[in-house]
């Protein structure tokens, strides 16, 4: 039986945030460098995109470029950038005949000149689509974000436009780089790796997690939708016991 009909599409998640992982150590397998993993990771952004519309997702979050990723051999960075600017220049007419509105989080301003370029012109063009928000995290950190908005409302304190009782959990989520953007109620990574890398920290405090074997290059809808039915399969209760939920 197709997976899709055992998925009860009145409770797929709102939100679902993605850490794509294992293009270096699928390439390496094949015995090709690791920039080939990232090409056909590319393909596999394509077809979760699709399914997570199939799903009625409304939102999908992608850990595309980390701040750590600036660590990584030059050619490599290199190569991700270059992979970023033709992916979104290639895919922009795509994005507009299926109705999808490009997001990015992340401290984009770091990022090199095409890529903010290409990135802003893809983001101001697909405003008005209705569709599916496709949420890129591009040199993001979430560690970076936490402290560059308790910067903004450590400024705001010293104003004196905001008294420090004024400071709440929703003012805190306001001054973060997704402010117009649920908390995800999935997330899921790839390649066996069970670790959360610095991404959304204060976005997954009720996030649901899972973790699957499939190297990024090859998770495909299936994938996707096995997610959705673990997601499913479980209980989020919130700090509450299953009899109030009823
Ligand atoms: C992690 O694999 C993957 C990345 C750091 C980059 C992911 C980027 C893409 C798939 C391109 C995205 C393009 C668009 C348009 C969103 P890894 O290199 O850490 O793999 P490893 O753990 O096996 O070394």
Redesign the pocket.
Known sequence: MELLSKIDLQRTPRHVAII???????AQKQGHM?LY??NF??ES?RETLKAAKELKIDFLT?Y??STE?WNRPKEEVDG?MD??VR??SGEIEELMSSNVRLMSIGNIEGLPQSCIDELHDAIDRTKDNTGIHLV?ALNYSARWEITNAVQQIAQKVKDQSINPEEITDDLIGHYLTTSEIPDPELLIRT?GEHRVSNFLLWQIAYTEFHFTEVL?PDFKREDLFKAVLDYQSRERRFGMVSEQLT
């Open positions: 794509m992982d294992g293009n270096g150590r699928w690791r993993g990232h990771g590319v952004v992608l595309a470029f990723n991700l992979l970023l992916s979104i890129l390649s990024w």
